[in-house]
C-alpha cells in the first residue's frame, strides 16, 4: 500500500482503539478524531490519503462530514470509505450519494475494511489523471458526462460521433473511452471495430452509452471487445463507479500481465543461455567469447551514453550474437586449420540461422536483427544482406568491433591470439570500411579510459 496517512473519524473510543488495531502497520499513519468537527479541523490541518468514517456521531455527522471533503475541490480527491453500523439498502445507498468511495458495514470490519482500504488506495491511485474520451453527439449528455466525470478527477476529452473519435483518439491516447452507440458519421459499432483493430488500442476499456432496447446490440458489442454497457438515462454517479472500476481492474490486469511478461523474459534469457552454453561446450577454443563480446559490447554502449533499457537490450544481443553456429557442423566448427571456400560459406550461414532459433519469441525484433547483423561491414561488403552504413542496426554495429576486437585478441588452434596494440590497429584501419567509425571512436574513448586506469 506504501506509506498513507488516514484519519479515522468515530465517537466510540473501543471503535476508534480498534480500527487503529486493525489498521497499524509499518506503513500506516493514522489520526483520529472524535466527531465530525474534529474530523473537519484535522483535514484542514492535515493531508490525508485516505478517510474512514463512522455516521452517527455527535455535532457533524460522517455523511455530512464526507459531503463536506467531497465539495472542496482541494480534498474532494481524498478517498472516503463510510464505516457504519446502519446496514440497509438506503444507508449505503446514502453513502454514496455524499461522494463515499466504499461503505463497508460495522459488523463486516474485522473482514472487509483491510480489502477494503486496499481496493479503495488502488483505485484512487489508478484513476487519478486518466483521461476519458466522451463520444456523444447530444450536446446536453456531453455537458452532464463532462462535468460529472471531471467532479470526479477524470480529464474529459469530447468527441461529438464516431468519426471524430477516431480522428483524435491517437492525438488523446485515452485510457477509457465512454461512447453513445448511435451517432451520424461513424456509430458506437464502427467506432468499436476501427479502434480494436489499432494495436495501440487493442486492450482500450470502452463503455458504450445506449437505452435498454439495444440489449442485443450491446452484447455482441462486448463480444466485439467492449468492455461494458451503460444504459440510458443513466445516473452519473453509477457512471463514475463503473469507470472506477474498471479502470482499476484494467490497470490490475495490465500489473499482473507486466508481471508474467517479466516472467517469461526471465525463462526466455534462461533457455538462450543454455543455448550459448551447449554451443561454447562443443567448442572450447571459443568458450567465453559470448561474455567478453557482451561485455566489450556493454562498455561501448556505456561510452555512447544508451539508455539502461537499450542496455539491457545490448547485452542479451551481445550474448546470443553467435547462438545461430549451433547449427554449423562439427567438421567445420571444431576445424583446426585454414577453412575452403565452402566451409566459408556454410559457416556464415549462423547469421541466418540465428533468426530461425529466435523467430518464435515474441518482443525480440531488434535483437534478432543485431545478432544476425553483426557480420555486415559499413561499407556494405559484409554478409549476410550487404546492408550498408545505418541500415545496419546500432546493436549489430557494437557486436561487431567487440567481436572482431575479441576473435584477434583471442587464442585459436592455429594461431595465437594477437597482441593489443596490432589488434587495436586492425579496428583502426577498419574505421569507416569495415566499422562504424562512431561505433570505433566510443571504443577508442574506452581503451583509453582502460589504460589511464591501469596507469594510474
Ligand atoms: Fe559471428
Redesign the pocket.
Known amino acids: 500500500m506504501g506509506n498513507i496517512n488516514i484519519l479515522i473519524v468515530d465517537d466510540s473510543k473501543s471503535a476508534l482503539y480498534a480500527l487503529v488495531r486493525l489498521l497499524d502497520s509499518p506503513e500506516t499513519n493514522i489520526m483520529t478524531a472524535a466527531d465530525g468537527l474534529e474530523g473537519q479541523d484535522a483535514v484542514r490541518r492535515e493531508t490525508f490519503d485516505l478517510i474512514i468514517t463512522d455516521v452517527d456521531m455527535p455535532n457533524l455527522n460522517g455523511l455530512d462530514l464526507c459531503q463536506w471533503i467531497k465539495e472542496n475541490p482541494e480534498t474532494a480527491d481524498i478517498p472516503v470509505i463510510v464505516l457504519s453500523s446502519r446496514e440497509t439498502d438506503q444507508d449505503i445507498e446514502n453513502g454514496f450519494r455524499v461522494g463515499a468511495n466504499a461503505y463497508v458495514p460495522k459488523s463486516l470490519a474485522d473482514k472487509e475494511l483491510i480489502p477494503r482500504v486496499e481496493a479503495v488506495m488502488n483505485r484512487s491511485s489508478c484513476v487519478k489523471d486518466k483521461t476519458i474520451l466522451v463520444i456523444e453527439d447530444s450536446p446536453s449528455i456531453q455537458a452532464f458526462t463532462k462535468d460529472g466525470l471531471e467532479a470526479a478527477g477524470f480529464k474529459v476529452v469530447l468527441a461529438d460521433d464516431g468519426q471524430h473519435g477516431l480522428d483524435i483518439i491517437e492525438e488523446v491516447v485515452p485510457d477509457l473511452v465512454l461512447t453513445d452507440l448511435y451517432m451520424p458519421n461513424a456509430d458506437g459499432s464502427v467506432f468499436c471495430r476501427k479502434v480494436f483493430s489499432m494495436e495501440q488500442f487493442r486492450l482500450l476499456p470502452v463503455v458504450v452509452m445506449s437505452s435498454m432496447s439495444d440489449k442485443p446490440v450491446m452484447q455482441r458489442l462486448i463480444q466485439d471487445g467492449a468492455t461494458a454497457f451503460i444504459s440510458k438515462p443513466f445516473n452519473i454517479d453509477m457512471l463514475v463507479l463503473t469507470i472506477e472500476k474498471i479502470l482499476s481492474d484494467h490497470f490490475q490486469t495490465m500489473l499482473e500481465e507486466r508481471e508474467r511478461l517479466v516472467v517469461e523474459r526471465k525463462l526466455t534469457l534462461g533457455s538462450i543461455s543454455s543455448l550459448i552454453n551447449a554451443l561454447e561446450a562443443r567448442d572450447k577454443h571459443t568458450r567465453g567469447h559470448s561474455e567478453s563480446v557482451t561485455m566489450l559490447s556493454a562498455a561501448i554502449g556505456t561510452e555512447l551514453k544508451l539508455s539502461n533499457a537499450q542496455m539491457t537490450r545490448l547485452l542479451i544481443a551481445g550474448n546470443l ?2 547462438l545461430g553456429k549451433i547449427g554449423v557442423r562439427d567438421n567445420v566448427l571444431l576445424k583446426p586449420g585454414k577453412l575452403t571456400d565452402d566451409e566459408y560459406e556454410h559457416i556464415k550461414t ?1 547469421t541466418v540461422v540465428v533468426k530461425d532459433i529466435l523467430a518464435p519469441l515474441h518482443d525480440m525484433e531488434d535483437i534478432l536483427f543485431a545478432a544476425s547483423s ?2 555486415e561491414r559499413w561499407d556494405g561488403s559484409g554478409y549476410p544482406s550487404g546492408l550498408k552504413g545505418n541500415e545496419i542496426p546500432l546493436f549489430g554495429r557494437i557486436i561487431a568491433v567487440a ?1 572482431v576486437y575479441d576473435a584477434l585478441t583471442s587464442d585459436r588452434p592455429y594461431r595465437n591470439g594477437m597482441s593489443k596494440g596490432k589488434a587495436l590497429a586492425i579496428i583502426s584501419e577498419g574505421r569507416n570500411t569495415h566499422f562504424c567509425p562512431v561505433i570505433v571512436d566510443a571504443f577508442f574513448q574506452y581503451i583509453e579510459k582502460l589504460d589511464d586506469e591501469n596507469t594510474s
Do not use: F, V
Request: aromatic content about 0%.
Open positions: 550474437h553467435d549462423h553483426h557480420h567481436d
